[in-house]
Structures are given as C-alpha cells and as structure tokens.
C-alpha cells in the first residue's frame, strides 16, 4: 500500500507517522509514505499558494494550479512506476481489463467536515486499494475547481473542524495501515477489536492479578478456552449496548439472522461464518430469507424462503456483487435471469456441496513440513490453480492465505483459505500423490481455523468424489441440497 500525502506541512505528517509500528512496515516494505509540499509547485516566486476569497469572506483560501499541479505529479509518479508491471501481465490481461486498469483514477481523498465520516468499514474498503492520495486542506479549504478536478471521495473525522487535513490523513492511514497484512505482528489480531462484526472489544487486563484492590476475573485466569469466549463476548455485548446503541441495534439484527440460518447450520455455514467472523453487511431481511454481502470475499451470500422472497432480496442490490451464492435450487432461475440496476448479469457455476467440520477438537498435528508461503511462488501455484488470476493469487499470498507442503525444499503442494474465509485451493504436483499430503494440508488448515476459534468449511464441485471422501475422512459433514454460485458475465 502506498500513501501519498498533498500538503503545506510534509515534516509534520513524516513526524508524526514514521514511528512505532507503522515505522517498522516501512522499513519492511509493507506500506510507503509519500510526502508532497504543495508549495513546490506554485510558479510564483514567493512560494505563496493562497489568496482571498471571490465574494468576499474572512480567511484565505488554497488556489487551484498548485494544488492541480502536485496531484499531477503524484498520479504521473503512479502511472510510470505501474507500467513496468502492467507490461509485465499484458499477455494474462484482456484488452478490456487493460483499459478499466488504465482508465481508473486514483483514490484521492479530500479531509473535509463537509464529507462521509470515517469508519471502520471504510478503512476495510480503502485498504484494499494499491494507491490512496490525502488531500489536506489549510486556511478556509481549496478553490471548487481543483476539488471537482481529483477528488473521489470528501471524508470526515466527524462535526468537528480542525486547522488543516494533515491530523485527519495521519488518523485514517495509521487505520488502514494496520489492516494491511503482516503491519500488525498477529494477523488475525483485527478480528477480535471494536467495531468487527458491530461489537466494541472486550475489556483486557495484564499482570498484575490484583492492581488497587481490583483482580483480574476468574474467567481469564481458568485456562477454559470456551469460558475464556464466553466471558468475552458476554462482555462485548454488554460495553456495546451501554456506549453504542447505534452499534448493538445492528449487531442484535445480525443475529436474528444468524436464528434463521442456525435452522440448517450445515447447509447455510458460509454466512453463519461471515457473521460470526464480523465480515457481514445486512442488505435485506424477512423471515425465512437473508441477503449478506461478505465484505471480505465481496460477493452476497442468499437464504430464500421461496422464489418471490429470493427476488425481493435481489431487488435490494444496488451495485452488482463479483458472485451471487444461492443456496436454494428453486433460486437457479430467477438468477439465471436476474439482472442487477447496474445492469449486470450471471451465469451459473456447477453446484457444490458445502461441508463443516463442526467439531472443536484439533485433529491430529501433521507431521510434515508445512509452512506459510510468499509470493516467490506465485507463479507456480498460477501454473496450476485456474481458479484464481495471477492477481488473485498475489493478494491471497499477501495476505497470509496460503500454504505450502515441502520435501526439503521442494514444494510438493499447497492448499490455503479463500477471501471468503473457506478452505480450499488444494493442489498436490503429481510426482508427490499418494503420500497422505492432501490431507496433511487440510488438516493444517482445519486446526488454524479452529484455534483462532472459528468453524473451518468448504466448498466441493458436487462431482468431485476424491476431495468429497477426503473431507469425510477428515471429519466434516455435508449439508443436504448443494450450493450454487452465480458469478458476474
């Protein structure tokens, strides 16, 4: 992620981010900070980048052309240095791709009271962009002309002014610096904080056991793991309810929803999984029938009581999601035929049979060498994976998703985690079959997902006999009635 920083005051916004634990993800090339004065780009002679309102008014405001001009700057800086890469996947990318790619204009952000309140879902959003440009106003803010011109997006701090941008920018890149993978030393340390899955954090306490007369509660000394959860989430409900109705009232929704869909747990794992793992946006609720948007794996997640509650819930998309998942036959026709008001369509994949392992015992620990892979293997896993692009592939390696089974150090196979949090992506290179290494990787897999207290699931081609067997070995059960996913044409 690279963070580029429009202002009068660069020293100030260097200062305050180049340290601690954003310090060591630049050092590690996990993020980079840009610094632009705007005063380097004025043509007059004495630096000055200000100028009275027309109208009239108190204050100066920022002009135009310098401003203009450094944010040209920066986006030329973006383009060259891309090139060399896109060049570099032309031959994978189609022409249209190419063109979107290349026609898609920066993020740029503009810190203003005037616009959207930051959040934690917003920082989810732009994390997952390459490049991001703050925009920091001074003195009365910046002439329309130039905002009309760059920006996509004005963001609050909240109903409150402060003398320029640079405080505003510093908050939301330290926010969305942490959600890059491998800036925090636990990756899975976001999951639990406030405002995942609608909930503030839990209280959390260090030693000493008693501090002023106060002990630590026996919850968190048992060693229980499931009391430990327990006492948690009790304590999470009750810190939200009392600081953040606005928040509860969402989370109370989520799981009434959770109710419904708990009434075939196997069959609607996926989305009992995205809420509990705090990836869910409600888009449309009625009894028997659920539409989720799965923030992670962005595709909508379908529970319908029949075909007319199903096209009511569809009516509610107003942006077409990468992929549909159904979970109902009766569904396969309306979203054959279904078409979004963005005017979007979809096919339909070959249907899979979902299974959980529901158990939360670990299985027995492989015994081979299985480790974390980096994004030196890339190429080989694009050679043969086709489910995913070369870009695809990329993202997951980054974000700690995949792993890789080793003969010394040979790679002999991989498997790992989909966006939308269920395993699979399994391959073992044929010269390695037949040596228990399938397995070995799954059940990798399924004890990471349980020890970070989640339910593992997957999702299997119904015609895929040897992985199916796999997954009864392994101890997961199938959900009567097969899942559909309908991806974008």
Known sequence: ?????????????????????????????????NTVNIRDYTLDKHKKTDDYPFGGGAGLLMQADPVFRAYEAVTESIAARSTSRQTAEAENASTQDAEASAGRKVRTIYLSPQGRTFNQRMA??????ENLVFLCGHYEGIDERALEEIVTDTVSMGDFVLTGGEL???????????????????????????????????????????????????????????????????????????????????????????????KNKLLYRDMIETIDRGVAKLLYKEEGTVLLYNRAGEACQLMARDAEAGKRALAALSEAPDAIISHESFMDEVLRDFVCKDGAAYEMCPPCVQMSYTRKELLPAPKSDIRLLTEDYAEIIDENYDLLSIDGIREHLREGRLFGIFEGEVLAGFAGEHSDGSMGMLFVFPKYRGKGYAMELERFLINETVKRGDTPYCQIFFDNEASLRLQEKLSLYAAKGNIRWFVKK
């Open 168 to 262: 505003a920018a510093m908050m939301m890149i330290d926010a969305i610096s942490r959600l890059i993978p491998g800036v925090l030393h636990n990756d899975f340390s976001a999951k639990d904080e406030s405002f995942s899955g609608y909930l503030l954090e839990y209280p959390q306490y260090t030693r000493p056991e008693i501090w002023h007369g106060k002990r630590v509660p026996e919850a968190l000394l048992s060693g229980d793991h499931k009391k430990i959860r327990e006492w948690r989430q009790q304590k999470a409900e009750e810190r939200t309810k009392e600081r953040r109705p606005d928040l509860y009232a969402e989370y109370l929704e989520l799981q009434s929803c959770k109710e419904m869909l708990m």
């Open 1 to 33: 992620m690279n963070f580029h920083v429009l202002t009068l005051f660069p020293d100030m916004v260097k200062d305050g981010l180049y340290t601690s634990i954003l310090k060591r993800a630049m050092d590690n090339g996990l993020i980079s900070l």
């Open 124 to 129: 989810e959003e732009l994390s997952k962009e």
